[in-house]
């Protein structure tokens, strides 16, 4: 099947992650894919229109493998008046806000219509479907199988991935406490989350498979830098990785330049966790934003996102590291401005040298039908 032969055509067991916020571009996108990996799109926060101009242009690019992603948005309840005002207090407080910075109660629908933003992504048919924060109702689902596009949606936790299994998911992102960006907990609150390592979380899946005898390839995400990480996740089990802040410092990338210079400076920052920006926990550079918005009064996800939209933009576009959300994982210390093709030809070289394979025959993923029967 589309799906088979996609992953076995596979050069490089890689998958950029998907970044909303400016930083994945078509460049960038096609660069990871021409060189034999996985490029991928956040396609969240995104219109209709822009998701069909975005794969447009990346495919005049590349005719490599591409994966779009979204957000399993959960149901919201408008804010109450007194919670908003509270909340938009909170962010007047903080100093040396430019005049031109007006919050505004956020108004409903805080997000677009999944089935619309789809609409592109049916056309355009890439390898790969992913999602965040859940699953996709069973007609997404069903679509995209008719269609032959891989679905994987990430996983937290064991219950959270056996909920992805039991959807019909393709394959399942294990994303650990190290990664970068938002936590990719069912729910929004992130209740009984257990904040495990990459490490702990792939041991846990695989374990949990092995005692229900199923399979499903699974994506190591969390804290992979290099070819060395990666090689040690494949050799662990994992059928890929997926790295997001190895590819914010690449040369291709549209980060900020405020946010490429605190990643670059691996001395001088630290990676926290914060639901100041969005109402979601999300892992980024310690700032002075994260650190005065600590215990104030914030919004659901994703109205605090809506709310605090002018004073994120407003800092990227003025370079000013103190309001910008500048997510990363934890292992930003290590990462290199060079090009996307170079942090992909380093995963190749090391997984080669890993696991030796003749040219007819490339390190590869494998669908599910293909690891049972072996």
């Known amino acids: 099947n589309v799906m088979s032969t ?4 596979l050069r490089v067991p890689l998958i950029q992650a998907p970044m909303a916020g400016g930083i994945c571009n078509p460049k960038l996108v096609a660069a990871v894919a021409n060189a034999g990996a996985i490029g991928s799109f956040g396609f969240a926060y995104s219109k209709p229109e822009s998701i069909d101009e975005t794969l447009v242009a990346t495919r005049a690019l590349t005719s490599g493998p591409l994966n779009a992603n979204f957000f399993i948005f959960p149901e919201v309840t408008p804010p109450t008046e007194e919670d908003t005002a509270l909340a938009m207090a909170a962010l007047a407080e903080l100093p040396d806000l430019p005049a031109e910075i007006q919050f505004s109660a956020p108004n409903p629908p805080y997000f677009y219509d999944l089935h619309a933003q789809l609409e592109p992504v049916w056309r355009h048919r890439p390898a790969m479907l992913t999602f965040h924060f859940g699953v996709p109702p069973p007609d997404i689902v069903q679509h995209a199988k008719d269609l032959g596009i891989a679905l ?8 959270e991935a056996n909920a992805i299994e039991r959807a019909g998911a393709d394959f399942i992102i294990a994303q650990g406490a190290e990664a970068g960006g938002h936590r990719g907990t069912f ?5 009984g989350d257990q904040w495990l390592s ?5 041991t846990d899946l695989l374990r949990d498979m092995r005692a229900r005898g199923t399979s499903l390839p699974i994506i190591a995400a969390g804290g992979i830098m290099d070819g060395a990480d990666a090689s040690r996740f494949i050799r662990h089990g994992a059928a890929a990785v997926q790295m997001g802040t190895a590819f914010v410092t690449a040369l291709e990338s549209t980060a900020s330049s405020a946010h490429r210079a605190c990643l670059l400076d691996h001395n001088s920052h630290t ?4 639901r100041a920006y969005t109402g979601r926990s999300a892992q980024g550079i310690l700032n002075d934003f994260m650190r005065l918005m600590e215990y104030k009064p914030l919004l659901p996800f994703p109205v605090q996102a809506a709310l605090t939209s002018p004073l994120r933009m407003w800092a990227t576009m003025h370079g000013d590291p103190r309001y910008q959300a500048m997510y990363c994982g934890t292992g930003f210390n290590r990462c290199k401005a060079v090009p996307a093709a170079e942090i992909v030809a380093d995963i190749e070289k090391a997984l080669l040298q ?3 394979t003749t040219p007819s025959e490339p390190v590869r993923l ?9």
């Open 152 to 159: 994987g949606m990430t996983a937290t936790s064991v219950a």
């Open 198 to 202: 990459t490490d702990d979380l792939l």
């Open 271 to 274: 990676a926290q966790f914060t």
């Open 187 to 191: 729910d929004p609150a992130g209740h």
């Open 354 to 356: 890993a696991v030796p």
């Open 366 to 374: 494998h669908t599910a039908a293909e690891q049972r029967s072996a």
């Open 6 to 9: 996609f992953l076995r055509s």
